[in-house]
Every structure is written in C-alpha cells, then in structure tokens.
C-alpha cells in the first residue's frame, strides 16, 4: 500500500490493497478546432484546455459580483 500524503493529514490517500483512488488521467484523446478539424489531442491541447478551465473559474461573474 501507498500513502499520498496531503498538507493537511486528514486528507491523505491510501492507494493499493483494498483503496482504489479514480483520477482523469490526461483528458481527450481528440480534439476539434477549426483549422485542423478532428486530430489526436496533443499535451499543448491539454495545456490549453487546463488554462481555459483555470480562467473561467477565476473569472466566473457570478464569483465577482459586487452588489
């Protein structure tokens, strides 16, 4: 068996044995875009895909909103 451990101790995981830990492991084996249409997705894909993510969770206007 194999602990993960986290900063916070109560957050630590066991992986091995009997504890089984799901995660996504890359993400799309395709993607799309309008200049090269349907092709195997690349780690600069994933890249981009993570910054997309990260800059509309930070940016989401409902978090900003200021009444």
């Known amino acids: 068996m194999y602990v993960q451990h986290a900063r916070n101790s109560q957050r ?3 992986i091995g044995e009997n504890h089984c830990v799901l995660v996504p492991a890359y993400g799309s ?7 090269k249409g349907r092709r195997y997705a690349t780690l600069e894909d994933f890249e981009n895909f993570f910054q997309a993510n990260l800059q509309h969770t ?5 978090r900003w909103h200021l009444v």
């Open 12 to 14: 630590s995981v066991k």
């Open 29 to 35: 084996p395709f993607v799309h875009d309008l200049d």
């Open 58 to 62: 930070l940016n989401a206007p409902f």
